[in-house]
């Protein structure tokens, strides 16, 4: 009992006693990862899982072979121009992992600087940055992202762009509060009264100090860049024609076919739900375990527990008044 | 004999002094336990006054004044002030300790940031060491506050709870390079750790990992380490047990004798900071009631509210205790920002005239260095 | 509260003119100029204008702050200027089209609710039983699936198998209810089954936070009846934080309007958005934005108000 309290008190630094509690309190969110994971695994060993290579950045088309049923040749089936769809799927997995990572960290990036900077210089700068993001927040994401798509283009690097700066700025507003309570912090007073600058406790205090919330801006982020992605390319921007892309395929064959040919539209459905599933169900455990006070489910008084209370203390007043 | 164990032989009655002197005048010998003599390090006694001019004046504040404006309204139109320190002054040798007691929000705090230099005075002047540092900022900020530090009251939250103590006691060394080497900062750290009675192995821990008194140690130590001339001692003892409240004044008196400090020490406990001190002074309102030597304090006071504070605090002795007369204030403490016209306490003194109502009393010297503000005691 | 609510109002104008700046300057940004679009227009209609002209006759050859005061100005009188490629004014284009994004917003929110209250709730109430889990599963799955591809099955299959299909022209409700519900009571529950995915994971959340706290547990502990416990205490206190979340809600929820608009065509302001930035047709897509962002600010501001209202412990200084 008391070797556990200890080793949950203490600040988790090591990346192997987190995976361990992960794994022992939140089975599922373990499992999100390990999807999470394997579809990184497909993504990066792309080239050599799809029975289909890649030529020249373009997966060819076979049009005698266009828009057929799933068979043993072709596990997913074929779209309607005859590309293997279990190989587009798989290069898409690609798309989807660099969108996702980059996106994420870059989102992510964006709130820790903007939340950080305002909360540790503060004054007239802050009072400035908070009411643009009053404003900027007024308007609807998908509205701003939709704009910021038509001003800066198809293509991956747009897409980067337009999926994590909305989101990073909406983001830093969390990371502001949680900022400026340790900046008030005793110790990041005395560290000024000791001379540290604002960019000394910037990195000394306050950043190790949010460091769980920023994680749990990560985990939590990775869905949502997910989804919008394949929002964005309904709405007809994405990244480039050819680029394969879950979102992109979804969009532009599997709706068009999906009475005829109903599974072009089902594997890329399925397979931007499993990832966003396993992503919430990730960004759900990494919340529940660096942020106790959110979590659901435990230390709430149901009235079983509080009837065990009860009985337990009925049962040691008997045992006295028997003894 | 374990540590425990001692702490619980080491009862506040056994030095309180204020006890001991009514115990000998009841005729009762003091009791004093060598264990815990052994335990504090040092002689339990009432410290003996250090005779005025033996040692340079370190710090000279003069009609020190900090208000802070009180806005109103989207345009902050400024409606008043709240007059936190209104016109205090004192002066400090070096190796000497002023106590600074008073109820929350008589604006002690505010004395000691400002003599920190965390606040800019709104008037007054602050004289460190002969030099002006009213208004320095920047790098001479910087280089007084090599000289000069803090130590706070929240022991939970003075430290960084991801910052090791290693790491905590050499902050203000790195971040003013006072000692570069890595072997060399080490050593500083075990030095610094033994001096404040912790086991130097401490050193690779996390805060959570340590009692309020241990981590009031470890901040005592974070000051130790920049080598300061002066310590300003912000409540450090009122967050803590009573027994570990003891520990830490003794060690900072240890401290202070063998380093030659000179201590700002801020408390609202009048027997700890008598212990500790050469001079009180007692604040209500923003301003001195009454400054003098700790003894003639206790032994003499002549303002009415530190008779009244005197009375109220607990003598642990029960028997004594409920025989004394109590001087029971009534009354709320006025308001800061709007603060009686004439002397500050008069809406609570029960020896209030027309004139304390009308007529700021000033700190008077009634002889022997003993200051007080109150016409009833000032006569004329 | 009145006083408070006055401060409030006035403290929307400052907001109010940095949306204005941060839509114009979002808009100018756009590369691809409006004015060749207009050259190429008027060729089509076998008309001819300099490139000079059409910039003048948009009023985009002054400096981009002239611009900017003249838009605000126009904005201020209410006229948010002309579209570029219809001969209406940008007013009228809203106006027709604001009631149909309103009503399809709102009767998105209100099943949002009416969904997702009730079943956090019950996830709350009986924290980890097999309903709480099979609740919860299906709310993360809900959300997890991407809505146009729902939407579009809910299209299709209907029309296939029962030849049911969404009118396409838009009837007020005031004058066809059932045309009207016919039209927008499918969009409205797509949008609402899949926004409700993450409403029911907070509800829950929410509730559950205050069952943590002491008065509940000392309700318990005093022996008050389950139903007393759960809606005296703590559905009650719940209740502050819920509304919070579906004041932000109903601002995302007019956001991903655009989706489903687009999916069932319905001619609203998010589909108007959409193809006049896909024309460059700044003042409509301008008019637009500022708009929703009033829309969104107005809602804010109600759900604070209402906030204040419900909770006891907030002063209204």
Redesign the interface.
């Not at chain 3, 959300?143 to 591809?149: E, K, L």
């Given at each position: 009992m008391s070797k556990e309290k200890k080793s949950s008190?203490?600040?988790r630094n090591g990346f192997v006693e987190f995976m361990t509690l992960l794994w022992r309190t939140k089975k599922v969110a373990f499992f999100g990862m390990v999807v999470l994971i394997l579809f990184i695994l497909v993504a990066i060993f792309a080239d050599f899982i799809a029975p289909q290579k890649m030529e020249n950045g373009l997966l060819s088309s076979h049009l005698m072979e266009a828009a057929q049923a799933p068979s043993l040749k072709h596990p997913l089936g074929t779209d309607a121009m005859g590309v293997d769809l279990l190989s587009y799927m798989i290069y898409g997995a690609r798309t989807s992992v660099i969108l996702g990572v980059s996106c994420t960290i870059l989102s992510t990036l964006i709130s820790v600087i903007i939340g950080v900077a305002s909360a540790v210089i503060g004054g007239k700068f802050d009072l400035f940055l908070q009411?643009?993001i009053?404003?900027?927040q007024?308007?609807?994401?998908?509205?701003?992202m939709?704009?910021?798509m038509?001003?800066l283009?198809a293509g991956m690097g747009s897409m980067i762009v337009v999926l994590s700066v909305p989101g990073g700025i909406g983001g830093s507003r969390m990371i502001r509060s949680a900022a400026i309570s340790v900046k008030d912090?005793?110790?990041?007073?005395?560290?000024k009264?000791?001379?540290?600058?604002n960019l000394?406790r910037m990195i000394?205090?306050v950043l190790?100090?949010i460091?769980p919330l920023v994680l749990m801006n990560l985990a939590n982020s990775l869905?949502g860049t997910i989804?919008m992605e394949?929002?964005l390319n309904?709405?007809?921007f994405g990244v480039n024609v050819g680029t394969p892309s879950w979102?992109y395929i979804?969009?532009s064959q599997?709706?068009s076919k999906?009475?005829t040919a109903p599974w072009i539209?089902l594997a890329p459905?399925l397979a931007?739900?499993?990832m966003?599933?396993a992503a919430?169900?990730f960004g759900d455990g990494v919340r529940d375990i660096l942020d106790p006070r959110?979590k659901?489910?435990m230390?709430?008084?149901?009235?079983e527990k509080?009837g065990k209370i009860?009985k337990k203390y009925m049962a040691s007043k008997k045992a006295q008044e028997t003894a | 004999m374990s540590d425990d164990k001692l702490k619980s032989k080491f009862r506040p009655d056994v030095i309180d002094p204020v006890e001991k002197k009514l115990m000998t005048q009841e005729g009762v010998e003091m009791p004093v336990d060598p264990e815990v003599q052994e335990f504090l390090g040092e002689d339990i006694r009432v410290r003996e006054p250090v005779p005025p001019t033996q040692s340079p004046e370190i710090l000279v504040v003069k009609d020190l004044k900090m208000h802070f404006p009180v806005t109103k309204g989207l345009l902050k139109r400024q409606v008043g002030s709240v007059k936190a320190v209104d016109g205090v002054s004192f002066t400090l040798r070096q190796g000497e300790t002023l106590g600074i007691v008073g109820e929350s929000g008589s604006g002690k705090s505010t004395v000691g940031n400002c003599v920190?230099r965390?606040l800019t005075p709104t008037s007054g002047q602050i004289l460190f060491d002969g030099q002006d540092v009213t208004h320095i900022k920047g790098k001479e900020l910087?280089e007084f506050?090599?000289r000069l530090?803090?130590v706070?009251q929240?022991p939970f939250?003075?430290?960084?709870?991801?910052?090791k103590v290693r790491?905590?006691i050499l902050?203000?060394v790195r971040?003013?390079k006072l000692v570069t080497d890595k072997q060399e900062q080490y050593d500083l750290v075990a030095r610094m750790l033994t001096l404040v009675g912790l086991n130097p192995k401490f050193s690779d821990r996390?805060p959570?990992e340590f009692s309020g008194g241990q981590r009031q140690r470890i901040?005592i130590a974070?000051a130790l380490a920049?080598n300061p001339a002066f310590i300003v001692c912000d409540e450090i003892v009122s967050a803590l047990d009573v027994s570990i409240q003891a520990q830490i004044v003794g060690l900072m008196m240890k401290i202070q004798e063998e380093l030659g400090l000179t201590y700002i020490f801020i408390g609202h406990d009048l027997s700890v900071v008598r212990h500790l001190s050469n001079q009180v002074a007692v604040m209500y309102l923003g301003k001195f009631m009454e400054l003098t030597s700790s003894d003639e304090l206790y032994e003499k006071p002549l303002h009415p509210y530190t008779q009244a504070l005197i009375s109220a605090a607990p003598i642990p002795k029960p028997k004594v205790d409920r025989q004394r007369e109590r001087i029971l204030l009534t009354g709320e403490v006025p308001s800061p920002i709007n603060p009686p016209k004439g002397c500050n306490f008069c809406t609570r003194c029960k020896y209030a005239t027309e004139r304390c109502k009308t007529e700021d009393p000033a700190l008077v010297d009634v002889g022997g260095g003993h200051m007080v503000a109150c016409h009833m005691v000032t006569g004329k | 509260m009145g006083k408070y609510v006055i401060k409030r109002v006035l403290l929307l104008i400052?907001?109010?003119l940095?949306?204005c700046?941060?839509?114009f300057a979002?808009?100018r940004?756009?590369?691809g100029s409006a004015v060749e679009q207009v050259v190429y227009n008027y060729k089509q209609n076998g008309m001819v204008i300099t490139y000079e002209e059409a910039e003048a006759k948009l009023g985009l050859d002054k400096p981009a702050v002239v611009q900017f005061f003249i838009w605000i100005g126009g904005l201020l009188r209410g006229d948010m200027g002309k579209c570029l490629f219809r001969g209406d004014t940008v007013w009228s284009v809203i106006s027709a089209q604001m009631p149909i994004t309103l009503e399809l917003g709102v009767m998105t929110l209100l099943l949002t609710i009416i969904i997702s209250i009730p079943l956090g709730l019950i996830c709350?109430a009986h924290?980890?039983s097999p309903a709480d889990i099979i609740i919860r599963t299906l709310a993360?799955?809900l959300?997890?699936?991407?809505?146009?591809?729902i939407g579009?099955?809910v299209l299709?299959?209907p029309a296939?198998w029962w030849g049911f299909s969404i009118p396409l022209t838009y009837v007020s409700i005031f004058d066809n209810f059932f045309a009207n519900m016919r039209m927008f009571l499918v969009p409205a529950i797509v949008g609402a089954i899949t926004g409700a995915g993450n409403n029911i994971r907070a509800v829950?959340?929410m509730t559950?936070?205050v069952?943590?706290q002491d008065y509940?547990?000392t309700a318990?502990?005093k022996g008050a009846k389950?139903s007393r416990?759960m809606y005296q205490h703590a559905f009650r206190n719940a209740l502050i934080p819920v509304i919070t979340l579906f004041g932000g809600a109903a601002?995302?929820i007019?956001?991903?309007n655009?989706?489903i608009e687009?999916?069932f065509n319905i001619p609203g302001i998010?589909q108007q958005?959409?193809t006049a930035?896909?024309n460059r047709d700044y003042p409509l897509?301008q008019g637009?934005?500022v708009i929703?962002?009033i829309f969104?600010?107005i809602v804010?501001l109600v759900v604070d108000l209402a906030y204040k209202w419900c909770d006891p412990r907030v002063n209204l200084e």
């Open positions: 008190g203490k600040p009411r643009f009053d404003a900027w007024c308007i609807p994401g998908m509205l701003i939709l704009i910021l038509t001003m283009g912090s005793g110790y990041c007073n005395m560290s009264m000791l001379g540290g600058k000394w000394h205090h190790p100090n460091l869905g989804m394949a929002t309904f709405l007809g979102g979804l969009t599997g709706r999906m009475y539209g459905g931007i739900t499993i966003v599933f919430a169900m959110l659901g489910g230390g709430s008084f149901s009235k509080i009860a | 920190m965390n910087g506050h090599k530090t803090m706070t929240d939250a003075s430290l960084d709870p991801r910052m790491d905590s902050e203000g971040i003013n996390y959570h901040s974070r920049i | 400052p907001t109010m940095l949306v700046v941060i839509v979002l808009m940004m756009i590369p709350a924290p980890d993360i799955v959300a997890s699936v991407p809505v146009f591809w579009t099955m299709v299959y296939v829950r959340t559950l936070e069952m943590r509940v547990r318990w502990a389950e416990v601002a995302g007019l956001g991903g655009v989706v687009n999916m998010g958005l959409v930035l896909s897509a637009c934005t929703m962002a969104v600010m804010n």
